[in-house]
């Protein structure tokens, strides 16, 4: 089991999050829906582990191991998010640099981080971009090279918080491609998405406020 929650609660001045139990597997994608402020984006900082604490009642646990007790370093290496605005993830100038600013912080060796680097930038498509500025992009753009941030850590759990929403069609179609074939190879995604489309590529779809559907 990759991901375990239990009994997982968030309140700010009230609860947002009540009691909530789930799971993730390898080679599963989980959907999670519901209305705007229902705690989508909540529930997927806190999976992350980069919500505070003090917001938070419960476990959420990632292979047996807490989120809260990991180093930063093994959060990054277990668990990715990516956002719904690329403008809150984006930092470097640079395509080339911010996809491979997390592994050059995790020291990662040079010929790996080239490797993975050329093989994001195919996979989504914007290898033509590698030596432009950030701020020099389009959103769509600036969207897939936050993927790529993310995707080039290959964290064992994945969280799309949104993502397809500053997409074209093509790149929606693509983006889930690569979702699908992410958690194919032994890995787990979590999508949150308003979109029909984003959700039929999930195993099941938990609603935030509602009930489970397989």
Known sequence: MLLEVKNLCISYKEPLIKDLSFCLIQNQILGIKGKNGSGKTSLCLALAGILDEAFIQGEINIQGEDILDMPISERCQNIGIVFQRP????????????IVFGMENLRFERNVMQDRLSEVLNLLGISKLRKQKTNSLSLGQKQLVAIASVLVMEPKILIADEISSPLDEDNKKLVRKVLKDYANDGRGVIVVSHSKEDLEICDKIIELGGQDED
């Open 87 to 98: 403008e809150e993830q984006i930092f470097s100038p640079i395509v080339e640099d911010e």
